[in-house]
T-cell receptor
Framework: AQSVTQPDIHITVSEGASLELRCNYS??????LFWYVQSPGQGLQLLLK??????LVQGIKGFEAEFKRSQSSFNLRKPSVHWSDAAEYFC???????????FGKGTTLSVSS | DAGVIQSPRHEVTEMGQEVTLRCKPI?????LFWYRQTMMRGLELLIY????????DSGMPEDRFSAKMPNASFSTLKIQPSEPRDSAVYFC???????????FGPGTRLTVL
């Protein structure tokens, strides 16, 4: 079955500390992987995506993610978290153009001062 | 570009009433998706269209829900009759054929009393 698992429902990180949000997927074809961020009351905004090539991808707002095929993972990282990063983060997987995305349940990030 | 436009942003209605949610995709995008987001179930795909034709409606919860896309620039999601358990945020997203990245609208927060 195709699925995305985000094991952490809620994470709290101190401002300035590093962040890693976990994402594992199960997909029968070559995966296209995405991270979206949702601020309260807002829609989802794309942070970064992986289609092929370099397995370390850079995104907006200083985020990066690494694709590890052997672990079926696509973890999101940021070296230094800012208070404005507090939001909900969604990992998603899809296939070639023409398929819908499958989303994880999301991880809520809180940032403490 | 104005992005994906959804209306209304908020809707409060009483049980049994008909509700119509509207979406205008990004110009030139030929895929359109409707999602529902709740605390319990997360982000669920309801239905998606390609070139105005419904491709997969397996996520539509029951016959009370219907969606149409009469042209490339407009889609509706209708609930008739509405029930309190339909209360959720409904998102519309669109995508270009050449990419799997989806662009989300701001959502419609529906409350059924």
């Amino acid at each position: 079955a195709q699925s995305v698992t985000q094991p952490d429902i809620h994470i709290t990180v101190s401002e300035g500390a590093s962040l890693e949000l976990r994402c594992n997927y199960s997909y029968g074809a070559t995966p296209y992987l995405f991270w979206y961020v949702q601020s309260p009351g807002q829609g989802l905004q794309l942070l970064l995506k992986y289609f092929s090539g370099d397995t370390l991808v850079q995104g907006i707002k200083g985020f990066e993610a690494e694709f590890k095929r052997s672990q079926s993972s696509f973890n999101l990282r940021k070296p230094s978290v800012h208070w404005s990063d507090a939001a909900e983060y969604f990992c998603a997987v899809g296939g070639q153009a023409g398929t819908a995305l499958i989303f994880g349940k999301g991880t809520t990030l809180s940032v403490s001062s | 570009d104005a992005g994906v436009i959804q209306s209304p942003r908020h809707e409060v209605t009483e049980m049994g009433q008909e509700v119509t949610l509207r979406c205008k995709p990004i110009s030139g995008h030929d895929y359109l998706f409707w999602y529902r987001q709740t605390m319990m179930r997360g982000l669920e795909l309801l239905i998606y269209f390609n070139n105005n034709v419904p491709i997969d409606d397996s996520g539509m919860p029951e016959d009370r829900f219907s969606a149409k896309m009469p042209n490339a620039s407009f889609s509706t999601l209708k609930i008739q009759p509405s029930e309190p358990r339909d209360s959720a945020v409904y998102f519309c997203a669109s995508r270009n054929r050449g990419y799997n990245e989806q662009f989300f609208g701001p959502g419609t927060r529906l409350t059924v009393l």
